[in-house]
């Protein structure tokens, strides 16, 4: 007798997960690393100050008391920039069943929702192409812009004044973090992050074997008879301070970010919300939007190392 196998069946229950896996990356370390604050117009100022430079203060006694020397705040400035995405799914794709999710719309929103945080990491950091690097005012029918960390706010000053050159195509070295470490300290920064790219991550790793010039100055650990060989950095600890590395995939290619988070904001005219528009079918249209801007609160506190390869 022939033995009846899954091969002549039909109507077998496809084998699928429940569960839907997404390769995508999600992680926007410079966002979560900084605060947040509401502003009130597309174009949000804030005053910056410094002090005055150490001289020698010595009186003879008995004199009159001379006149102080004061000087003005600078005015900064951005602007903001609106975000959004949109979803249109139609009332059947709700209403059947669906691996993975329960319902369509809400799956949806959901992705749309890690696109959309990932959109506002890269236009913070990323090397932005069509609207450039530099804030723009926007017009009736061209987009306005925030200046990111890389550009021109809206007076045309740059965002980060502490800049050293790496040279053409240049590998991150220890000379340009304690260079550019130098400047920040001179001027008062406490800078706690140092930004890089994934790739630099295993040039920094390298710096513990260069510094013996053995070639082999990985460390090694030790526990319950297993060895785990350590090549990564997580903290730089420099003269000027100590610097916790983290990678950003998102982040513009060929630079090195050194900052203190909390002297970054991201300025809030309109939260991220979701709307439900107007529907004209048998499908619902939500969308996402926000309104933002970037404000660094002093010019001089951060700074970055640029021309890497």
């Known amino acids: 007798m022939a033995t009846w196998q899954t091969y002549q069946e039909v109507g077998i229950k496809e084998d699928i997960s429940d569960i839907i896996s997404n390769i995508s990356p999600t992680a926007t370390p410079f966002q979560s690393s900084i ?16 002090l005055a430079s150490t001289a020698e ?18 005015m900064r400035s951005n602007y903001t ?13 709700d209403a059947v069943d669906a691996y993975g999710r329960a319902k369509e719309t809400a799956y949806q929103l959901s992705k749309k929702a890690a696109e959309f945080k990932r959109d506002i990491e890269f236009n913070l950091v990323g090397n932005r192409a069509s609207g450039g690097n530099n804030a723009a005012a926007g017009s009736s029918s061209a987009a306005r812009f925030t200046a990111n960390c890389w550009g021109n706010d809206a007076a045309g000053n ?15 070295s220890e000379a340009n973090i304690l260079s550019l470490g130098d400047a920040l300290y001179d001027d008062g920064a406490e800078a706690s992050i140092l ?13 513990t074997r260069s510094a013996v010039g053995s070639g082999n ?6 526990s319950n008879g297993g060895r785990t060989l350590v090549n990564v950095v997580d903290v730089y600890i420099s003269p000027y301070g100590e610097y916790r590395v983290v990678m950003n995939r998102f ?8 900052y203190d988070p909390s002297d970054w904001k991201i300025a809030e005219l309109r939260p991220m919300t979701r709307e439900l528009l107007a529907k004209t079918g048998d499908a619902d249209t939500h969308a996402l939007v926000t309104e933002y801007g970037l404000k660094h609160a ?12």
């Open 158 to 172: 740059a965002v980060i004044a502490n800049k050293v050159d790496a040279g053409t195509s240049a590998t991150l």
């Open 251 to 258: 982040m513009r290619p060929d630079v090195a970010f050194l």
């Open 35 to 50: 605060g947040k604050e509401s502003v009130s117009n597309t174009l949000f100022q804030w005053q910056e100050d410094s």
């Open 57 to 74: 203060n010595a009186r003879v006694e008995g004199s009159d008391f001379s006149d102080a020397t004061l000087t003005p705040t600078t």
């Open 81 to 93: 920039q609106i975000q959004s995405h949109t979803i249109k799914v139609s009332a059947t794709s």
């Open 217 to 222: 100055a990985r460390q090694e650990h030790f």
């Open 195 to 207: 930004m890089i790219k994934p790739a630099d991550s295993t040039v920094i790793a390298g710096y």
């Open 298 to 309: 002093n010019y001089n506190l951060s700074g970055y190392i640029y021309d890497l390869a």
